[in-house]
């Protein structure tokens, strides 16, 4: 390892379509992992994009998702390292879309069912 490598493993170049996913999966930014290992990637924005330092990283391909942390950053790039996941079951985005909108659903529901017992 020389001098400047400061990464404790080699990264492999990718070309990977990603989003960063924040703010209770309200809000998310395309971005492109260029290169990546198991600890950790570096993302590239097409604009420039006001993400939390810590983020869960959804891969389009494949739907595979990590919690990320931002370890350094410039106008459209950065790079993160992986934190390794808690307790909690991994929710895909699509996933947690389709719990959001059923949970409207059933609040919806409610209402209505209320609405139609009262006297």
């Not at 998702?65 to 993160?80: D, N, P, Y």
Request: hydrophobic share 45%; charged share 25%.
């Amino acid at each position: 390892m020389s001098i400047l490598e400061r990464r404790s493993e080699k990264r492999q170049r990718t070309y990977l379509g990603a989003q960063v996913v924040f703010n209770r999966r309200q809000s998310i930014y395309d971005c492109l992992i260029r290169n990546m290992s198991d600890s950790g990637a570096r993302l590239v924005f097409a604009q420039a994009a006001m993400i939390p330092t810590a983020f869960e990283l959804v891969v389009n391909k494949g739907g595979e998702s990590r919690w990320a942390e931002i370890k350094w950053r410039t106008h459209l790039t950065a790079g993160v390292s992986f934190a390794t996941m808690s307790a909690s079951p991994f929710v895909s985005l699509q996933a947690a879309r389709r719990i959001r909108q059923l949970e409207g659903e059933k609040a919806a529901l409610k209402a209505r069912v209320a609405e139609l017992s009262e006297p």
